[in-house]
T-cell receptor, first 112, second 111 residues
Framework: DVKVTQSSRYLVKRTGEKVFLECVQDMDHENMFWYRQDPGLGLRLIYFSYDVKMKEKGDIPEGYSVSREKKERFSLILESASTNQTSMYLC???????????FGPGTRLTVT | GEDVEQSLFLSVREGDSSVINCTYTDSSSTYLYWYKQEPGAGLQLLTYIFSNMDMKQDQRLTVLLNKKDKHLSLRIADTQTGDSAIYFCAETGDSNYQLIWGAGTKLIIKP
């Protein structure tokens, strides 16, 4: 079974803090993704990575950065958290282009 | 641009069939997916269909694809309380990496 894990299920941070969200997959997948999920908006892609050290901006990259130093790990960084970044963050991985994505359980981030 | 549309809510009685609909714009999609998200959890793949198929059945689930109308549906027979979830439709689109996602349909089961 593919397993995608995320470092925290719930996180509360203050405005202006630097926030790290970590994601690890154990199936040697090439592609990894970070989404945010907000009610009524579905999933919006923040960044994705198709190889180690390679990344591409998604639909809403502003205010976020990512890091992929190892194939199994993909980190999402909020350089200076703001209240409008309060959301559910979902990490996913996929074997190859166009294949199904496997999701982690999500991190619910609250920025106060 | 590419777009996938779903209604936000569907309410059905326990034991009835649920039909969740999705329309998409990109006719070059190779795969179309249905994902399920239970409360407080991540998304899990429920089923998928290749674009050259019209129908796929898997136990209580039936997926119908109308390529001409760019319409995808998920039918859940004998809907149970455990089927309460948000159901997302997604397509591969013309991107090599991304899936194009619908906003999700929340399925509400009435006793």
């Amino acid at each position: 079974d593919v397993k995608v894990t995320q470092s925290s299920r719930y996180l509360v941070k203050r405005t202006g803090e630097k926030v790290f969200l970590e994601c690890v997959q154990d199936m040697d997948h090439e592609n990894m993704f970070w989404y945010r999920q907000d009610p009524g908006l579905g999933l919006r892609l923040i960044y994705f990575s198709y190889d180690v050290k390679m990344k591409e901006k998604g639909d809403i990259p502003e205010g976020y950065s990512v890091s992929r130093e190892k194939k199994e790990r993909f980190s999402l960084i909020l350089e200076s958290a703001s209240t409008n970044q309060t959301s559910m963050y979902l990490c996913a991985s996929s074997r190859d282009t166009g294949y199904e994505q496997y999701f982690g359980p999500g991190t619910r981030l609250t920025v106060t | 641009g590419e777009d996938v549309e779903q209604s936000l809510f569907l309410s059905v009685r326990e034991g009835d069939s649920s039909v969740i609909n999705c329309t998409y714009t990109d006719s070059s999609s190779t795969y179309l997916y249905w994902y399920k998200q239970e409360p407080g959890a991540g998304l899990q793949l429920l089923t998928y269909i290749f674009s050259n198929m019209d129908m796929k059945q898997d136990q209580r689930l039936t997926v119908l694809l109308n390529k001409k109308d760019k319409h995808l549906s998920l039918r859940i027979a004998d809907t149970q309380t455990g089927d309460s979830a948000i159901y997302f439709c997604a397509e591969t689109g013309d991107s090599n990496y991304q899936l194009i996602w619908g906003a999700g349909t929340k399925l509400i089961i009435k006793p």
